[in-house]
């Protein structure tokens, strides 16, 4: 919603000032500038964009329209599913994790939490690093490094998509000056017309200009910023779900490894010692 909100306001304010200058507004409704400008821009993604990222790229665009599904609510779920599920280990042995962590869409802990279960990479990086503990002799430091990999493997190859939307915002003021060129070309087949007319081709080629420029710094590189600060956001709930498991492999018990949890969280969405207590106190009564 604020991303849509924020794009109005850009034109709102770019165009209802040129308006208010005594601009002409149609003037700038140049449908052949957005055709260069814009066919040039999305050939030269495809040039460089393999298929597979070109499909994250264009998913990652779309999500930003969702905005940042990493709420409180959402970590208050994490850390009862992170308390359940260790509490299962402390109670009746590490073993019997293994039916959850083997099949999570049929877990009584985990289908108790629906948006956990939809995000496959923290599912997976949760249930595998839980299987591997099943299997023992892999002392805490080394769990540790193990989910300390696999977040940088995740964050770098998250990296291409807003690095890729970045540097088609930088290449859109040279394209629109690309679009301004091929204006004043026509113009100057028509410097021997009337001055309106010649007048009236020079403003259509400055178009293009004005069109790159808005597009690259009011809505492209604004765009790659937004989706790196939602990764961000993303990779927190990794380091939240690293901090609770590496706590269990150093043996503390669930209250303290969801408290370890807890602690990583952005101030913003962290829970408060009181509502973890009131969802920890939930999550026991419904296990008895």
């Given amino acids: ?41 999305i050939g030269s993604l495809l040039v460089m964009t393999p298929l597979a990222q070109l499909k994250a790229l264009v998913g990652r665009a779309l999500g930003v329209l969702k905005g940042d599904p990493f709420t409180k609510q959402r970590y208050l779920d994490l850390l009862r599913t992170l308390f359940e599920l260790f509490t299962v280990a402390k109670r009746d042995g590490l073993i019997a994790l293994e039916p959850h962590v083997m099949e999570p869409g049929k877990s009584a802990v985990f ?10 990479h923290a599912l997976d990086y949760l249930c595998d690093t839980m299987k591997l503990l099943l299997g023992g002799g892999v002392p805490p430091y080394d769990v540790e490094a193990l989910l300390d990999a696999d977040i940088d493997s995740h964050h770098a190859e998250g990296a291409t ?19 301004a060129v091929l204006g004043i070309v026509i113009t100057m087949q028509a410097i021997n017309g009337p001055p309106e007319e010649v007048g009236h081709k020079v403003a259509v080629a400055l178009v293009g200009t004005f069109l790159g ?9 604004p765009l790659a910023t937004h989706i790196e600060l939602l990764q961000a956001s993303e990779s927190r709930f990794l380091e939240c779900i690293k901090a609770g498991i590496v706590a269990y492999a150093k043996g503390n018990a669930p209250i303290i490894v969801v408290e370890f949890a807890r ?25 008895k």
Avoid at 161 to 179: F, N, R, S
Avoid at 213 to 221: A, P
């Fill in 263 to 287: 602690r990583v969280i952005y101030h913003s969405v962290r829970p408060t010692f009181a509502e973890l207590e009131e969802a920890v106190r939930s999550a026991k009564a419904q296990q």
């Fill in 213 to 221: 420029i808005l597009l690259s710094y009011g809505f492209v590189q």
């Fill in 111 to 120: 289908t108790k939490n629906e948006f956990l279960l939809k995000h496959h």
């Fill in 161 to 179: 998509t807003p690095a890729l939307i970045q540097k088609i915002g930088d290449a859109l003021p040279g394209l629109g000056i690309v679009a």
């Fill in 1 to 41: 919603m604020f991303v849509i909100i924020g794009a109005a306001v850009v034109l709102l304010g770019v165009l209802g000032g040129f308006v208010m200058e005594g601009g002409p507004l149609l003037l700038l409704i140049q449908p052949v500038e957005f055709l260069i400008i814009g066919g040039a821009a």
